[in-house]
């Protein structure tokens, strides 16, 4: 497998172009590696089904009232438009409802799809995030749903909200810096990462652990300590 790293600077630019590209290409090369680490953690049924696509993916959790308009200037402080584009060259697949839910199908369903199919999910908690519906749902789906997975929250609270959801709460939180956005992405994913590993190798040594002690018994493994 090939590892496509940022383009190297130009010998004018000079010392610290070239610390920065050099920072940013091991920064690259270490994300492969966690995302090799992880699909070799995974299921081996989950793993087989994804054997075509990318091997991690990311559940982006967001308000559509707080979303920029593509092609638009506020694109550049957007954290759910500057995630995708982010990720756009790494190995990695994110789940959009726009793109991936088709017209005419259903929404739970198509949700409880992408969250059982993702490998960690994303809330951006924006400004209308909390008064929204369906993004209430997917947090609830999230913390229901079996077998369980990772939560990562972002704040990217601009003005604030009314009222707080508690089912966001219990998870690591990310704060949204739009003047630094790059950096953010970065934090977001290594978090999310983080998350995953963590939770598949607590998971694998649980069910070993369990097969030894309690054969025959449905082992339960949750990402974090419960509400």
Not at 71 to 87: A, F, K, L, N
């Amino acid at each position: 497998n090939m590892v496509r790293v940022p383009a190297t600077p130009d010998a004018a630019q000079g010392t610290a172009s070239f610390q920065t590209w050099l920072s940013e290409a091991a920064d690259t090369i270490a994300i492969h590696i966690a995302i090799h680490a992880f699909s070799l953690l995974e299921p081996t049924a989950k793993a087989s089904a994804k054997r075509d696509k990318r091997p991690f993916r990311l559940f982006l959790s967001h308000a559509k009232r707080d979303l920029a308009i593509t092609g638009s200037t506020d694109e550049r402080i957007d954290p759910v438009r500057q995630m995708q584009r982010y990720i756009h060259d790494l190995p990695i697949d994110d789940w959009f409802d726009a793109r991936d839910i088709a017209g005419g199908k259903d929404f739970a369903s198509e949700i409880q799809s992408g969250l059982r199919n993702s490998s960690v999910v994303i809330a951006f908690l924006t400004d209308h995030y909390s008064s929204r519906p369906w993004c209430l749902e997917e947090i609830v789906m999230t913390k229901s749903r079996q077998p369980r997975g990772p939560l990562v929250v972002v704040d990217a609270l601009d003005q604030g909200e009314s009222r707080s959801f508690p089912w966001l709460g219990n998870a690591p939180v990310v704060v949204w810096k739009p003047e630094l956005s790059l950096a953010a992405c970065r934090t977001i994913l290594w978090f999310a990462l983080r998350e995953a590993l963590a939770f598949q190798l607590r998971t694998r040594q649980l069910e070993y652990t369990a097969a030894s002690l309690l054969p025959g018994q449905t082992v339960m493994v949750l990402p974090s300590s419960p509400e």
